[in-house]
């Protein structure tokens, strides 16, 4: 079962920021919020994950909801090289066994236009 | 510095023929390790993961199978591919220890079955 709902596709400009949104309603109280993202032809890169406050790194931001039922990256100024498809996943901090294995859904396709 | 390498990058194998997919991680010891697979078009598909060496869990029934013979070697293998078995094969590790729980990927093994 799906455990997050994104978007199939975002477009934006470069240079602009981009808001990608990430519902998770059945969101449990040990899940992390992950995001990664893969570019064409390579393996996916981690990007900032979060759980309850919100988080800032050097790639991204992650705003997240008060009832952490979704969350949103923010990329605050769009580049070429930013177009990639984004994955948000969640994963179970008492990761022993497989809950806490990364499940990867379909994603976002972001397309950044120059 | 942790890396980790996936050989071979390329490979195009008739079918019916052995497969055999190699994966080494170097700067870390005792790494959760995975591999996953994705088809062309599709998502990500978690195949298998690995918490030690010799301790294998397969996610989903295929025609594949994995091995762990030491602590940062992962191998997949095929005693007979399909022509299902085509796809982007990447490797993943993650450090059991870290709450933040960030898998580090591979290059990358693109597998054509003809």
């Known amino acids: 079962d799906a455990k997050t709902t994104q978007p199939n596709s975002m477009e934006s400009n470069e240079e602009e920021p981009v808001h990608l949104p990430c519902n998770h309603s059945t969101i449990s109280g040990t899940d992390y919020i992950h995001w990664y993202r893969q570019l064409p032809s390579q393996g996916p890169e981690y990007v900032i994950h979060?759980?309850?406050s919100n988080v800032n790194n050097r790639m991204a931001s992650l705003a997240i909801a008060e009832d952490r039922k979704s969350s949103t990256l923010i990329l605050h100024r769009a580049t070429l090289r930013d177009a990639a498809v984004y994955y948000c996943i969640l994963r179970d901090s008492n990761y022993g066994g497989s809950q806490g294995n990364l499940i990867f859904g379909k994603g976002t396709k972001l397309s950044v236009k120059p | 510095s942790q890396t980790i390498h996936q050989w071979p990058a390329t490979l195009v194998q008739p079918v019916g023929s052995p497969l055999s997919l190699e994966c080494t991680v170097e700067g870390t010891s005792n790494p959760n390790l995975y591999w996953y697979r994705q088809a062309a078009g599709r998502g990500l598909q978690l195949l298998f993961y690995s918490v030690g060496i010799g301790q294998i869990s397969s996610e989903v029934p295929q025609n594949l199978s994995a091995s762990r013979p030491q602590d940062r070697q992962f191998i997949l293998s095929s005693k007979k591919l399909l022509l299902s078995d085509s796809g982007f094969y990447l490797c993943?590790?993650?450090?059991?220890?870290?709450?933040?729980?960030?898998?580090?990927f591979g290059e990358g093994s693109r597998l054509t079955v003809l």
């Open positions: 993943a590790w993650g450090n059991q220890g870290l709450v933040t729980g960030e898998l580090f």
């Open positions: 979060g759980l309850t």
